[in-house]
């Protein structure tokens, strides 16, 4: 339950050593979407050390799976704790909005990293990247690698219902529908309930039903993992582009070995560190930005090593 990363050089000290004036010695709670994932990971130690640098005591905490029924026991826990802030990734736009009221209501300030809740009274502050535009960018690099040609391209997805990988779908097959005409939808987005195993055979039999398919968006670095080892395992590698979304140290290894083509890389370190510092704004009653939106950009084995884009690979 408890989670500790080692967050390179920051070495997660659980409790702060600055002087953060009006909010050193305060706790806070980081709630992550799923533990022991790289994404969140990164996260944790953006927000360790901004954490570190206000003085403020920072416990982190994640479900084993990426599954409101999962989270929400744990969001209770931290209501009877009333911490003085939460920052939190919803698992479901709809299921995780009333512990989260509940936590809200009884005077903690809730922050939402990575993903929301529908319910726009929820979170003093959103912090997340702008993901229906990354969406719209796997589309283009999609298209690029594509050339343009025709073809049947395939979206796998973790669930409905969470609000990142929801967004990227939507910029997606808007971009699809409106400018890269030339790409065809063979089906609904298909859910892989972030496990890569379940990626893998949903690739797998798309393929058998749709043997000339070109392209797949997978729209998480979990999905994306087993959608590459599901093309691979098929002997498709050379038909069949792969876009992912997110950039740890495993997904740029399936980008060298080309059965990844292009990583869309959020920033989630900085979501982390961006989190914490409004979180602590509003605890001190400073100003809050209700809405940050964080950058992403296309990783591609041709421009990793450009320090403007290898900078957005995943660090501890
Ligand atoms: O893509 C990230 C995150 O942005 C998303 O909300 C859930 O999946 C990841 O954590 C990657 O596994």
Do not use: W
């Not at 533990?35 to 954490?51: L, T, V």
């Not at 416990?59 to 009877?80: I, R, S, W, Y």
């Not at 041709?302 to 501890?316: A, F, G, I, R």
């Amino acid at each position: 339950l408890l989670m500790v990363a080692a967050c390179g050089d920051n070495a997660g000290s659980t409790s702060g050593s600055g002087s953060g004036g009006g909010v050193s010695g305060k706790k806070f709670v980081l709630m992550v979407g799923v533990k022991g994932d790289p994404f969140y990971i990164s996260m944790e130690c953006g927000a360790r050390e901004k954490a570190k640098e206000l003085g403020v005591t920072l416990q982190v905490q994640g479900p084993d799976k990426f599954d409101a029924t999962m989270q929400n026991p744990l969001l209770d826990a931290v209501a009877a704790a009333k911490p003085a802030a939460l920052l939190v990734a919803p698992n479901d736009v709809k299921a995780s909005a009333t512990p989260l009221k509940r936590i809200q209501d009884a005077g903690s300030k809730v922050v939402l990293v990575d993903t929301t809740v529908d319910d726009t009274s929820i979170g003093a502050s959103r912090i997340a990247t702008d993901n229906k535009l990354g969406g719209a960018k796997a589309a283009e690099a999609l298209n690029q690698l594509l050339n343009g040609a025709k073809g049947k391209v395939l979206v796998i997805s973790t669930d409905p219902g969470v609000s990142s990988v929801d967004a990227r779908i939507a910029g997606f097959e808007e971009a699809v529908k409106s400018k890269y005409t030339n790409l065809t939808l063979a089906s609904a987005a298909q859910y892989s309930h972030n496990s890569p195993q379940t990626a893998a055979g949903i690739i797998q039999a798309e393929l058998q039903r749709s043997p000339d398919l070109v392209g797949v968006f997978a729209t998480n670095l979990f999905s994306a993992q087993g959608t590459a080892t599901g093309v691979r395992a098929a002997g498709k590698s050379n038909q069949v582009k792969v876009v992912g979304f997110d950039a740890g140290p495993d997904q740029i290894k399936q980008l060298q070995a080309g059965d990844v083509q292009a990583l869309v890389a959020q920033k989630p370190y900085d979501i982390g560190v961006q989190g914490v510092q409004q979180a602590a704004n509003a605890v001190e009653g400073k100003t809050v930005e209700a809405n940050i939106a964080t950058e992403s950009v296309i990783v591609t084995k041709d421009n990793l090593e450009d320090p403007d884009v290898n900078k957005y690979v995943y660090k501890d």
